[in-house]
């Protein structure tokens, strides 16, 4: 469909004007312009500021105007009707962008940009979010962008900053402002304890706003014009926080050691991992049995039905593991061949049966497959959305959660005297700090805590984890040998190492039960 532009072109080059006829001595008449209307006005003024004036010449319309700084002329119709259609579509085309003026030939790309306020632009950077990340990462980015909200559509700042591309250096000043006297709650809580917000969530809330203005100046989504200019600055967002690196342990080993000796059964088998290797909760609530080779001390993590469940790093290793937890890990599996390693209390204790379940890795993969093959397709249009399909899978299959795995640890620090301020997922960097005064390699290091190693030493140099983790185990063999004592209490054949027998029902809260054939 050709412009106004266009179609005046050609308008020129076919169609001799009304009225051109020459006078006797041989001169073209003056072609004057008077003023006209077209639906009863003279001037049409647009969204973006352009005003367009109607004027008539020799019988036929004119609609003259600037845009972008330049002067343009178009013709109209010479009928009132007709002449009042080609109006609005050229007032269409110069709200929306996509009005090119006759002296540049018609011939360049040209993207409307839409005129957003703050609320559509983020709006459509959550929908983008959603659609190419996860529905996670969209959650957790609008928690954020609703505080940055609540200050835009404020009455006096709306009327200054109206549009997304009004945003400017003075804007982010007060934002920034506004969220360092914002009063918050923990997690939104209503009637929780209030507070100020912390440096940290402000800077969150503010490189949150930065990306999404980053996101729409970007040329493949162009919602806000080239020339605008992010004004979330460094300079804005400040300092960014670090850790003192000669901080303690947050959860030494003594305190480890406690938390071992007043677990119950349960926590034991299936809390007792984390204090020994550096996993992800998701790590454990996503474990099945044919992760693991106890026969070898081997937990193999990785992605798994062809990458559509996967770790956070995404990252293929094969974890070492001491002797007891092997021990541990068989007792955990109860004479299953396959399934989830790490089950709930009720699923453990036969109090609630599983709506599924498998037995071999084929039947896992048939299941996922299933699953995604049933789930709506804006669920499972990303890698995250796959994965969370699969995990809500295992949820059915009886695998425990990480909300319950936070509970249960939250539970044993409070039981310990751990500092109320230390969080459940700190014993990560409690076993990630033991594991470098170990005097574990660098290199093994990363590898271990399933981080990339994209060192350039990893071109040339091969890693032997397994004996690098034995240097670890022997540093912490007070931990481990209050696991062995621990499970003896228990009554858990966890000396039974050769044992070829399975126990029928390897723990059920705190009632020790342990291998019945041994």
Same mark, same amino acid.
């Given at each position: 469909?050709?412009?106004?532009?266009?179609?005046?072109?050609?308008?020129?080059?076919?169609?001799?004007?009304?009225?051109?006829?020459?006078?006797?001595? !041989?001169?073209?008449? *003056?072609?004057?312009?008077?003023?006209?209307?077209?639906?009863? =006005?003279?001037?049409?003024?647009?969204?973006?500021?352009?005003?367009?004036?109607?004027?008539?010449?020799?019988?036929?319309?004119?609609?003259? !105007?600037?845009?972008?700084?330049?002067?343009?002329?178009?013709?109209?119709?010479?009928?009132?009707?007709?002449?009042?259609?080609?109006?609005?579509?050229?007032?269409?085309?110069?709200?929306?962008?996509?009005?090119?003026?006759?002296?540049?030939?018609?011939?360049?790309?040209?993207?409307?940009?839409?005129?957003?306020?703050?609320?559509?632009?983020?709006?459509?950077?959550?929908?983008?979010?959603?659609?190419?990340?996860?529905?996670?990462? *969209?959650?957790?980015?609008?928690?954020?962008?609703?505080?940055?909200?609540?200050?835009?559509?404020?009455?006096?700042?709306?009327?200054?900053?109206?549009? +997304?591309?009004?945003?400017?250096?003075?804007?982010?000043?007060?934002?920034?402002?506004?969220?360092?006297?914002?009063?918050?709650?923990?997690?939104?809580?209503?009637? !929780?304890?209030?507070?100020?917000?912390?440096?940290?969530?402000?800077?969150?809330?503010?490189?949150?706003?930065?990306?999404?203005?980053?996101?729409?100046?970007?040329?493949?989504?162009?919602? &806000?014009?080239?020339?605008?200019?992010?004004?979330?600055?460094?300079?804005?967002?400040?300092?960014?926080?670090?850790?003192?690196?000669?901080?303690?342990?947050?959860? $030494?080993?003594?305190?480890?050691?406690?938390?071992?000796?007043?677990?119950?059964?349960?926590?034991?088998?299936?809390?007792?991992?984390?204090?020994?290797?550096?996993?992800?909760?998701?790590?454990?609530?996503?474990?099945?049995?044919?992760?693991?080779?106890?026969?070898?001390?081997?937990?193999?993590?990785?992605?798994?039905?062809?990458?559509?469940?996967?770790?956070?790093?995404?990252?293929?290793?094969?974890?070492?593991? $001491?002797?007891? &937890?092997?021990?541990?890990?068989?007792?955990?599996? *109860?004479?299953?061949?396959?399934?989830?390693?790490?089950?709930?209390?009720?699923?453990?204790?036969?109090?609630?049966?599983?709506?599924?379940?498998? =037995?071999?890795?084929?039947?896992?993969?048939?299941?996922?497959?299933? +699953?995604? !093959?049933?789930?709506?397709?804006?669920?499972?249009?990303?890698?995250?959305?796959?994965?969370?399909?699969?995990?809500?899978?295992?949820?059915?299959?009886?695998?425990?959660?990480?909300?319950?795995?936070?509970?249960?640890?939250?539970?044993?620090? +409070?039981?310990?005297?751990?500092?109320?301020?230390?969080? $459940?997922?700190?014993?990560?960097?409690?076993?990630?700090?033991?594991?470098?005064?170990?005097?574990?390699?660098?290199?093994?290091?990363?590898?271990?805590?399933?981080?990339?190693?994209?060192?350039?030493?990893?071109?040339?140099?091969?890693?032997?984890?397994?004996?690098?983790?034995?240097?670890?185990?022997?540093?912490?063999?007070?931990?481990?040998?209050?696991?062995?004592?621990?499970?003896?209490?228990? =009554?858990?054949?966890?000396?039974?190492?050769?044992?070829?027998?399975?126990? *029928?029902?390897?723990?059920?809260?705190?009632?020790?039960?342990?291998?019945?054939?041994?």
């Amino acid at each position: 469909m050709m412009s106004i532009g266009q179609q005046h072109a050609r308008d020129k080059m076919t169609s001799p004007e009304p009225g051109s006829n020459p006078t006797p001595d !041989g001169r073209l008449p *003056a072609r004057r312009m008077v003023a006209a209307t077209l639906s009863g =006005q003279h001037e049409f003024a647009t969204e973006r500021g352009e005003k367009v004036q109607i004027w008539l010449r020799q019988g036929r319309y004119l609609a003259r !105007g600037r845009c972008e700084g330049q002067q343009f002329g178009v013709t109209l119709d010479m009928d009132a009707a007709a002449a009042s259609h080609e109006l609005r579509r050229l007032v269409t085309e110069l709200e929306n962008g996509t009005f090119v003026p006759r002296t540049r030939g018609g011939r360049q790309l040209r993207r409307p940009i839409p005129r957003h306020d703050l609320r559509s632009l983020i709006d459509a950077f959550l929908d983008d979010r959603r659609r190419t990340v996860s529905a996670s990462t *969209a959650g957790t980015y609008h928690s954020r962008l609703m505080h940055v909200l609540d200050f835009a559509e404020q009455a006096l700042v709306r009327k200054k900053w109206r549009l +997304a591309a009004d945003v400017d250096r003075t804007f982010a000043v007060r934002l920034r402002e506004f969220l360092f006297d914002r009063d918050v709650t923990r997690n939104g809580r209503v009637g !929780g304890t209030v507070r100020k917000m912390s440096p940290k969530m402000v800077r969150l809330c503010l490189e949150t706003l930065r990306g999404v203005l980053s996101w729409a100046l970007r040329a493949d989504v162009r919602h &806000l014009p080239v020339e605008f200019i992010n004004p979330i600055t460094r300079e804005i967002l400040g300092p960014k926080p670090t850790k003192d690196p000669l901080r303690s342990n947050p959860v $030494p080993l003594q305190a480890r050691i406690l938390m071992v000796r007043k677990m119950d059964g349960w926590q034991l088998l299936h809390l007792s991992p984390l204090l020994v290797v550096p996993t992800r909760f998701d790590d454990v609530a996503g474990a099945v049995i044919s992760d693991f080779d106890l026969d070898r001390g081997v937990w193999h993590l990785g992605s798994r039905i062809d990458g559509n469940d996967h770790n956070k790093g995404r990252v293929t290793l094969q974890m070492p593991l $001491p002797d007891v &937890l092997s021990a541990l890990l068989r007792c955990t599996t *109860a004479g299953r061949t396959d399934g989830p390693m790490f089950r709930s209390r009720r699923a453990c204790a036969g109090g609630s049966r599983a709506r599924l379940g498998f =037995q071999s890795p084929a039947e896992f993969e048939d299941l996922c497959q299933a +699953a995604i !093959g049933r789930a709506k397709a804006s669920e499972v249009s990303t890698e995250q959305g796959r994965k969370s399909v699969i995990r809500s899978l295992l949820r059915q299959c009886g695998a425990v959660t990480t909300d319950v795995i936070e509970r249960e640890l939250k539970q044993l620090f +409070a039981s310990t005297g751990v500092p109320g301020t230390r969080q $459940p997922y700190d014993v990560r960097a409690a076993v990630t700090t033991d594991m470098n005064q170990a005097g574990l390699r660098h290199l093994e290091l990363r590898y271990l805590t399933m981080y990339s190693v994209n060192d350039i030493l990893n071109e040339y140099v091969s890693l032997d984890p397994v004996r690098e983790m034995a240097k670890y185990f022997a540093f912490i063999a007070p931990l481990l040998e209050a696991i062995r004592h621990r499970a003896a209490e228990l =009554q858990l054949p966890v000396f039974e190492t050769d044992c070829s027998c399975r126990p *029928a029902a390897a723990s059920v809260g705190s009632k020790p039960v342990g291998c019945q054939a041994c």
